[in-house]
Nanobody
Framework: QVQPVESGGGLVQAGGSLRLSCTIS????????MAWYRQAPENERELVAS???????KYQDSVKGRFTISRVNAMNTVYLQMNNLKPEDTAVYYC?????????WGQGTQVTVSS
């Protein structure tokens, strides 16, 4: 199974910004929803943001106004622009892609926000 590959995580101070990227092989079509999830230690994985192939977006209340999800369908790529980061945003971030062939998860990228 082809796995999406994430990049862009790292360590940043509170108030800073990071941009996450996730891409999967262009040999396959991603026609469904692309999304970002996160999981902090001892917490369950939670949905952060999602975007349909038509560009309709949804956000978790805690990130509204700070995070922006976008996608480039031709490149099978989804982005998460994270601004004004807070220590509580610290987690492993996972991308998720859904299509006719099923669903695929990335391996995760660590985001750490220091206070």
């Amino acid at each position: 199974q082809v796995q999406p590959v994430e990049s862009g995580g790292g360590l940043v101070q509170a108030g800073g910004s990071l941009r996450l990227s996730c891409t999967i092989s262009k040999r396959i079509a991603v026609t469904g929803v692309m999304a970002w999830y996160r999981q902090a230690p001892e917490n369950e994985r939670e949905l952060v943001a999602s975007i349909t192939s038509a560009g309709s977006t949804k956000y978790q209340d805690s990130v509204k106004g700070r995070f922006t999800i976008s996608r480039v369908n031709a490149m099978n790529t989804v982005y998460l622009q994270m601004n004004n980061l807070k220590p509580e945003d610290t987690a492993v971030y996972y991308c998720n892609m859904v299509s006719a062939w099923g669903t695929a998860w990335g391996q995760g990228t660590q985001v750490t926000v220091s206070s």
